[in-house]
Every structure is written in structure tokens, then in C-alpha cells.
């Protein structure tokens, strides 16, 4: 099976600009999960979608959303970036009847300058 | 909100020697998993946890959670330099198996030959 693919892997942005993320979860997968990955924070939760419907939601402000399609890929956007908001964007998908254990995606880098 | 707290961040140690990583959360955790991300990588599943007192082997690796199941440790024996690596640890609250993530820091693990 394939894993989890992102795209695009790199971005750069500047600030002011949206961005969206595309995240394509591994075959029969239909919860996916999207994390902020940077130096300082380590990884945080930004929210999980399963079946179309936002099921968790994180501490971010409201200019990161998201959402899923009926073949459960899934897309998440930012809005009037800011540099803070330069971080590895990770994605994970987890299987159903399993564990809620997270396979994760390469990431896309996002560089807001 | 739930916290989860993880030390050492840094471990440095010698080909050879044992490590052992921490993980404490601020509230009681329906299960904890734990995850390795190489350098350059992204995270890894390796276990999850549901059991309160529950050791888990694998191979090298023992897992642990506490009694109260709010604590739970990943131990190293005989490091090897394939086990470089950030270590994180993941705590699933809400009481059910889909609450929300909430990641460790991670301990980043040095082995020098």
C-alpha cells in the first residue's frame, strides 16, 4: 500500500498570503490528522477529521482550518500568514479498527518570509 | 487542557549503554503511544498503551505505563547507533480511543559509536 502523501513538500509564502496544504491518506484510511511540527513547540495538534466531520479540534486560531472530501483526502488552509507560522506540516492517517495509531506523511515545509 | 510533559529533551550516550526517556501527563490518559522520528524523518508509530501498570516488550525496547495512567516511561537497553532518533511520547485523553493527541516534546537521542 502507499503511505500517506503531501503536497507540495516545500513552500515558501510571504506574510499576509493563504496557503493550502493537500494530504492524501493511505488506502481505507479515514481519519486524518494534521500537526504543526517546529523547533520549540514540538508537535501540536491542529485537528482531526474522519468520515468528512471535524471529530477533534486544538488550540489554533481560527485563520487554520480544514477539511475532508468523500474520498477522504484532506485539505487544511491558513490564512494571513505570519512568520510564526513556518513549520513542517505533518499529516497522519490512521486505519479503522486499529489502535488510533498515526502514520505519518513526509510533511510539507512551509516558509513564510 | 492536557498537558504532557517528556524528559530528558537531550539524551548523549555511548554505543552500549541503556536510555530511558519519561513521559508525564497533567491528566489521566486513556492510552499513550509512543513514536520514533528520525532525523530528516517524520514520526513513527512503534506502541500504544492501554492498560494501567501494562510492559510492553519489543525486542530492546520496554514500555511502561503507570498505575494511575498518567505516566509512562520507554526504555533502551544496549544502545545502538540505529537508535538515533527523537522519542515521542502521545497521550490520548477524553476517556475514549479517538480523544484528541496530545504530544511530549520528544527527547532527542544522541549514541556515539
Known amino acids: 500500500k502507499a503511505g500517506v502523501t503531501q503536497t507540495p513538500r516545500y513552500l515558501i509564502k510571504t506574510r499576509g498570503q493563504q496557503v493550502t496544504l493537500s494530504c492524501s491518506p493511505i488506502s481505507g484510511h479515514r481519519s486524518v490528522s494534521w500537526y504543526q511540527q517546529t523547533p520549540g513547540q514540538g508537535l501540536q495538534f491542529l485537528f482531526e477529521y474522519f468520515s468528512e466531520t471535524q471529530r477533534n479540534k486544538g488550540n489554533f486560531p481560527g485563520r487554520f482550518s480544514g477539511r475532508q472530501f468523500s474520498n477522504s483526502r484532506s485539505e487544511m488552509n491558513v490564512s494571513t500568514l505570519e512568520l510564526g507560522d513556518s513549520a513542517l506540516y505533518l499529516c497522519a492517517s490512521s486505519p479503522p479498527g486499529g489502535v488510533g495509531e498515526q502514520f505519518f506523511g513526509p510533511g510539507t515545509r512551509l516558509t513564510v518570509l | 487542557g492536557q498537558q504532557v510533559m517528556q524528559i530528558p529533551q537531550y539524551q548523549h550516550v555511548q554505543e552500549g549503554e541503556d536510555f530511558t526517556t519519561y513521559c508525564n501527563s497533567s491528566t489521566t490518559l486513556s492510552n499513550i503511544q509512543w513514536y520514533k522520528q528520525r532525523p530528516g524523518g517524520h514520526p513513527v508509530f512503534l506502541i500504544q498503551l492501554v492498560k494501567s501498570g501494562e510492559v510492553k516488550k519489543q525486542k530492546r525496547l520496554t514500555f511502561q505505563f503507570g498505575e494511575a495512567k498518567k505516566n509512562s516511561s520507554l526504555h533502551i537497553t544496549a544502545t545502538q547507533t540505529t537508535d538515533v532518533g527523537t522519542y515521542f511520547c502521545?497521550?490520548?485523553?477524553?476517556?475514549?480511543?479517538?480523544?484528541?493527541?496530545?504530544f511530549g516534546q520528544g527527547t532527542i537521542l544522541t549514541v556515539h559509536p
Open positions: 502521545a497521550g490520548r485523553g477524553g476517556g475514549t480511543s479517538y480523544g484528541k493527541l496530545t
